[in-house]
T-cell receptor, first 118, second 112 residues
Framework: GAVVSQHPSWVICKSGTSVKIECRSL??????MFWYRQFPKQSLMLMAT?????????EQGVEKDKFLINHASLTLSTLTVTSAHPEDSSFYIC??????????????FGDGTRLSIL | GESVGLHLPTLSVQEGDNSIINCAYS??????FIWYKQESGKGPQFIID?????DKRQGQRVTVLLNKTVKHLSLQIAATQPGDSAVYFC???????????FGGGTRVLVKP
């Protein structure tokens, strides 16, 4: 259980293109999903918290107009990298935490999207 | 900002031996801790978690120890196997928070 699917797994595109990444919780509902960015040989850095039905909460230094987040349902959050440039190339990973009252639940992660901007 | 070119600490272990991976956390108010395993090109995979009201928790071949006095967390893997080769991250959650803060990671290499 607790499977998170992320799509696409790999994107190569030209500079200036906008790229949308989807994150789905397949067998559970999640009011909150999280978007991370990871550079090679480094840890995960939280970019934003995606809240179902409301605005995302961005971490300091993350441009909300650059990284658009939409969480329209309890099983889907999307991250759109707008007008992507080579410095946006990275490994983007989403996570979701099952909604269960009174029980602490770990975040479960998708398999990431490798974004390469030429 | 993000650092470039950090070198992950590496633990080399003989197949069949036990592994111990250590993590120092920063927030004394953190109430929940998780260990994740990340294989190359994949997302982190949940291994085991522990709440701050516990000091030890066991799973299948894994044990997590929490020492709140010195803000230290460890993951013990019994009878390490080649499939255990990966990068391991600890993560902490601040009290009453949603967010996880990840440690820098440790690479485990299992030698046959």
């Amino acid at each position: 259980g607790a499977v998170v699917s992320q799509h696409p797994s790999w994107v190569i595109c030209k500079s200036g293109t906008s790229v949308k990444i989807e994150c789905r919780s397949l067998d559970f509902q999640a009011t909150t999903m999280f978007w991370y960015r990871q550079f090679p040989k480094q840890s995960l850095m939280l970019m934003a918290t995606s809240n179902e039905g409301s605005k995302a909460t961005y971490e300091q230094g993350v441009e909300k107009d650059k990284f658009l987040i939409n969480h329209a349902s309890l099983t889907l959050s999307t991250l759109t990298v707008t007008s992507a440039h080579p410095e946006d190339s990275s490994f983007y990973i989403c996570s979701a935490r099952p909604l269960r009252r009174g029980v602490t639940q770990p975040q479960h992660f998708g398999d990431g999207t490798r974004l390469s901007i030429l | 900002g993000e650092s470039v070119g950090l070198h992950l600490p590496t633990l080399s272990v003989q197949e069949g031996d036990n592994s111990i991976i250590n993590c120092a956390y920063s927030n004394s108010a953190s109430d929940y801790f998780i260990w994740y395993k990340q294989e190359s090109g994949k997302g982190p995979q949940f291994i085991i978690d522990i709440r701050s009201n516990m000091d030890k928790r066991q799973g299948q071949r894994v044990t997590v120890l929490l020492n709140k006095t010195v803000k230290h967390l460890s993951l013990q893997i019994a009878a390490t196997q080649p499939g255990d080769s990966a990068v391991y991250f600890c993560a902490e959650r601040g009290a009453a928070g949603n967010k996880l803060t990840f440690g820098g990671g440790t690479r485990v290499l299992v030698k046959p």
